[in-house]
């Protein structure tokens, strides 16, 4: 009977699929359908006036970033413009019923699709499981009572560390320090375990001496952002829980990154946002830093660029490029990865590249996404940066390149290597970590009619027949 109950559910859980599949193919159906029923009250229009719409706010946007005066001014008229443009128009003309009609069907396909995709059986790219981790006899800790605003002493990271038994060597901010020669010595000293309470470059720093050691490293996520923390599954509003690690933890594989050397464990980023994290005043005013500064840096479309090479493919020309370790999800709307990194031991550098001359290619960027040629999205091995170069293609020949690293801003001798080192760091985490997140199914409309009628595409039958009775358990 255990193979009845087991096929039983199986057929259950296939049922399920399909009819979520159906669900998913006909409101998308229903969405074109509302449409076309519209076009003679203005259906086009509601498509025409949509996109019209998003790409005059995305043009305005674009001077507002690369310019300034009066052509500034405008372009924030029309980005605020254009969109309640769009919004009265609907209203005035009748159309806001087709257009929340359309819209309301489009979120309930799209989830539905997400949801067949999601279901047991279906292939989702995850990461390694992890094992059980060893408690350590001498872990050490380096806190900086200054990270996330003091996060250190605003939850007694110290206290309870030292009650775990753990080590902890508080970083002084008011000075330069060497962390990365505190961490060798306290490897010297006999540690087992090193970690880090602070924000994500100095966690690299340190992460690069464990790994060099093969040994656990601790992430306690006391800095301002920690998307490092983040994405290993950590509660960022709760620094205090990773210390549990340390009496009831398990441990993962992740991959290093490096970039010409150092370590990184988020991104590396070049171009337009390393110029302005150069500037001394980011620290305390970084949107004001960047809104008087892009207009220098973008110079309407004219100012500096990059050459890179990602995996022997060219990138010429770029204002800016993300290099991540492991890529970020993309953008989804029904996906709580959105902005995480589903995996970090992938073994492949993320790369964003992005080239913006012109408000219409910002428009273009924003209408089309991922499609558009002023954007570019790839995975690789290697990336190399070579340089900085004008608009009207020459090299500049000074030889370096500002650099963000971990929102660390340096500036490194060219050609600047991004490379990994896969599943080369051990990390302990608690077993308990609310943030891990599922990574998403890729969204595939042919794979879903295919879920929707598996007798017709060979799927596999939505029910399988009950088996035949085992003789020997029956007892014949």
Aim: contains cysteine; neutral net charge.
């Amino acid at each position: 009977m255990d193979g009845a109950v087991r096929w039983r559910g199986e057929g259950e859980a296939a049922g399920a699929v399909r009819d979520l599949a159906r669900w998913a193919l006909g409101a998308a159906a229903g969405a074109v359908l509302v449409l076309l029923l519209a076009v003679g009250s203005g259906g086009f229009l509601v498509l025409a006036s949509g996109l019209v719409g998003l790409a005059a706010g995305a043009a305005g946007l674009w001077w507002v970033a690369a310019h300034r005066g009066a052509l500034r001014v405008a372009g924030g008229v029309l980005a605020i413009g254009a969109p309640v443009g769009v919004l009265v128009l609907y209203v005035v003309g009748g159309l806001w019923l087709f257009a929340l009609a359309a819209l309301a069907l489009w979120v309930l396909a799209l989830g539905c699709a997400r949801e067949a995709l999601r279901r047991p059986g279906e292939v989702v790219d995850v990461p390694a499981p992890a094992r059980p981790g060893a408690r350590p006899r001498q872990a050490v800790l380096f806190m900086n009572p200054k990270s996330g605003g003091g996060k250190v002493g605003r939850f007694g990271l110290v206290a309870k560390a030292e009650r775990l038994g753990a080590r902890v060597v508080l970083l002084d901010p008011s000075a330069p320090v060497d962390v990365t020669a505190l961490a060798r010595k306290a490897v010297a000293d006999g540690a087992d375990l090193l970690g880090v309470a602070g924000g994500d470059g100095t966690q690299a720093l340190v992460a690069a001496v464990a790994a060099e050691h093969d040994l656990p490293f601790l992430v306690v996520s006391a800095g301002t952002r920690n998307h490092f923390a983040m994405d290993l599954g950590l509660d960022r509003n709760d620094p205090a829980a990773g210390l549990d690690a340390l009496t009831d933890g398990e441990e993962l594989r992740v991959d290093l990154g490096t970039v010409s050397g150092r370590p990184f464990v988020n991104t590396v980023s070049f171009g337009v946002y390393a110029d302005v994290v150069q500037r001394p005043e980011y620290r305390d005013a970084k949107a004001e830093t960047a809104f008087d500064a892009l207009p220098d840096l973008l110079r309407g479309g004219q100012g500096d660029r990059l050459d890179a090479t990602v995996d022997g493919t060219r990138l010429p020309g770029r204002q800016a490029i993300l290099v991540s370790n492991n890529p970020y999800a993309a953008p989804d709307l029904f996906s709580a990865a959105t902005g995480h990194r589903t995996r970090l031991d992938g073994g492949r550098l993320g790369v964003i590249g992005i080239r913006v001359d012109s408000a219409a290619h910002a428009a273009d960027l924003v209408v089309r996404g991922t499609q558009s040629a002023a954007l570019d999205v790839l995975t690789a091995f290697r990336v190399e940066v070579h340089g900085t170069v004008t608009a009207a293609g020459v090299r500049k020949p000074e030889g370096t390149v500002a650099v963000a690293v971990d929102g660390e801003a340096l500036v490194l001798p060219t050609p600047v290597v991004c490379e990994l080192r896969p599943r080369a760091l051990r990390v302990l985490v608690p077993r308990a970590r609310p943030g891990v997140v599922p990574p998403p199914p890729p969204l595939d409309w042919r794979r879903i009619i295919r879920l929707a009628f598996p007798e017709q595409y060979g799927s596999g039958p939505a029910h399988r027949p009950e088996p035949a009775e085992d003789p020997y358990r029956s007892g014949a």
